[in-house]
């Protein structure tokens, strides 16, 4: 029989034991924490086959895509195609930059936080508007130049967004919105000129610096080992966070009362998909309000995550595989959430086969 005090030494080894498999388990399903590895001054380059990647589907899927992209595993890029350094415009791509500077704005006091009112901005709200809050304008169910009272339904709304991106430079910043990129996001030592255009805040951004800010993304506000923003913006509102159930805007638009102008389409354009896997400007794979039985991209991990802009404009990040795609105009096709035909799905399928094989 084993002595008492031996017994109580092989307890605490064996509760040490679990301990240590307990964090190493959490920190792995905290699929966000991503590698160590940033870039300086450059991105550093590795082959694909040192990082895990194969050489042959990942060259395929660059084939496939065309346009101008990179693919970054492990903090390295491994392989680019196009002119990295080429300035573009990355569409709708930029909004959830929006949500990342409005973190900064609740950082310095300037927000109290994303519930904060519209309204209480200064601009004159219709009566049905009132209760329209960032949440709801980042979310895509303000309900402005629709029928709906804000938080009701969703549709994909350009005036919406113009309203947010008016609300956060001209009313919360009250600054330059190149300036406010440039200061608030200073650490991540972009190579090339990125700024917001004059006529309205789209990013002019290369291939190479919109990589810096999907990684930022991906690090959950982290880089080179500094927390530029707190993790736990990242943690409450990188993730889906319009219901499943909620229903699609009906109805005409109702007008810009405002008169402020789109951010670039509709009231309600691009999609109907959005419900139960949008959020701050993101897009998850999750079933939703139209593909109930499927994720959005059937086969992609579940955490993969993907910033999407017309013209091909897109950035996939997928943390447990610690790998990002950037791409820009590149041929994805259209969004069609739960169809494994789809191109949106066969390339992110390609780019985890390329990285799942060894």
Known sequence: MFGQDLLVDMFCWMMGVFI????????AVDSFAGSANFPAKRWDHRPPLECGVNDVLVDTLAKKLGGRGCVIKDGYVVKEWGDLSELGDWMSSVKPLFGTLLFFAMEEGLVKGVNDRIADLGWDLSLKDQDMTFLHVMNMTSGYARPEKPGMAWAYNDFAIQLYQKSLFDKVFRENATEVLRSRLRDLQFEDDIHFREDKPRLKASVRDFARLAWFWFQKGNWQGKQVLPKHY??????????????LSEGEDTGDYL?????????AHFTKFGAGIYGCNWWFNDMGLLHNDQLTWPDAPKDTVMSIGAGGNNAVMIPSLNLVLVSAKGDWGKLDAGNADNLFNLHIKLLVDAAKSD
Do not use: N
């Not at 008169?259 to 009231?267: A, C, D, L």
């Open 234 to 247: 990242f943690d409450t509102y990188m993730r889906p966070l319009t219901p499943k159930d909620l229903p």
């Open 259 to 267: 008169g402020i102008e789109s951010f670039g389409g509709g009231s």
């Open 20 to 27: 240590v498999i307990a964090v190493v388990g959490f920190g």
